[in-house]
T-cell receptor
């Protein structure tokens, strides 16, 4: 069975500092990996995805993620955090292409001024 | 990307009543839509896959008679929560599949 783990319920970082939100996955075959962001009482917004190719994926709003097959991880990163980045972040995996997504439990990012 | 709307954005109803939530694909025809449920401070749980012109495919543990899904057209899928109870209170989010998933803004259901 496929699963996604986000080990941190919350990540706190000061504005201007780099941020990392962790994600590990378990899936058979080659995974399709995604990061989404959710603002309060809103739907999910797509940040980036990994399907194949370069392990470092660049996405929206300056975010990037690194696919590490040996560690089965797909951590989300940003070199310099903004207060406006404060939101709930979800990692997701699709073992069958894009059709069906399995989400992690989410990590709340708080960026302090 | 695709634009997805949901209506209503929030609804409050009495226990025992039924509530219908609409999910619309505004700029393309979606043969597949997904319905998710999100509890406070928890992840999204896939409830069902809605297929235009055919019966929805429900995930294990989701009562299909309680959560009725109708995908009658390529731009509209509806989720009806029948005989709603307080434990059905949740945030319901739909998505459409167009090379990837695009999500609606969600509907917050509160059952009193």
């Amino acid at each position: 069975a496929q699963s996604v783990a986000q080990p941190e319920d919350q990540v706190n970082v000061a504005e201007g500092n780099p941020l990392t939100v962790k994600c590990t996955y378990s899936v058979s075959g080659n995974p399709y990996l995604f990061w989404y962001v959710q603002y309060p009482n809103r739907g999910l917004q797509f940040l980036l995805k990994y399907i194949t190719g370069d392990n470092l994926v660049k996405g929206s709003y300056g975010f990037e993620a690194e696919f590490n097959k040996s560690q089965t991880s797909f951590h989300l990163k940003k070199p310099s955090a903004l207060v406006s980045d404060s939101a709930l972040y979800f990692c997701a995996v699709s073992p069958q292409g894009f059709q069906k997504l399995v989400f992690g439990t989410g990590t709340r990012l708080l960026v302090s001024p | 990307g695709a634009v997805v709307s949901q209506h209503p954005s929030w609804v409050i109803c009495k226990s025992g009543t039924s509530v219908k939530i609409e999910c619309r694909s505004l700029d393309f025809q979606a043969t597949t839509m997904f319905w998710y449920r999100q509890f406070p401070k928890q992840s999204l749980m896939l409830m069902a896959t809605s297929n235009e012109g055919s019966k929805a495919t429900y995930e294990q543990g989701v009562e299909k008679d309680k959560f009725l899904i109708n995908h009658a057209s390529l731009t509209l899928s509806t989720l009806t929560v029948t005989s709603a109870h307080p434990e059905d209170s949740s945030f319901y989010i739909c998505s459409v599949y167009y090379n990837e998933q695009f999500f609606g803004p969600g509907t917050r259901l509160t059952v009193l």
